[in-house]
């Protein structure tokens, strides 16, 4: 059972990113997903979380309107679409799927069940 997040690089500010997650060894298509970061020095925080209907979204404040979290049963995939980045957003970011995921609240680290291992997206010109 293994989640793998791929898809992190350096990027100019105002640029984009797609990261993927991938799923081995089980069927996302019941899970909720949510994606995480970490900046340096930083704790771990919430970016978005979906349902397992994709019927509810969450998105923290400093990512509303320009990251899109999305998933594709067919390929067991998750997505997280990042337009208009900037310097913040730099920091590795991580896939989860969650025990727990309730509309418009941003899942917690405790939520977390699987973790991909972390991919690193840079935003510096």
């Known amino acids: 059972v293994q989640l793998q997040a791929c898809g992190g690089g350096v990027v100019q500010p105002g640029g984009s990113l797609r990261l993927s997650c991938g799923a081995s060894g089980f069927n996302l298509d019941y899970q909720a997903l949510g994606w995480f970061r970490q900046a340096p020095g930083k704790e771990r925080e919430a970016v978005c979380g979906i349902s397992s209907t994709e019927t509810f979204t969450y998105y923290a404040d400093s990512v509303k309107g320009r990251f899109t979290i999305s998933r594709d049963k067919s390929k067991n995939m998750a997505y997280l679409q990042m337009n208009s980045l900037k310097p913040e957003d730099t920091a590795v970011y991580f896939c989860?799927?969650?025990?727990?995921?309730?509309?418009?609240?941003?899942?917690?680290?405790?939520?977390?069940?699987?973790w991909g291992q972390g991919t690193l997206v840079t935003v510096s010109s």
């Open positions: 989860a799927t969650l025990r727990f995921f309730k509309a418009n609240t941003p899942p917690t680290i405790s939520d977390g069940i699987y």
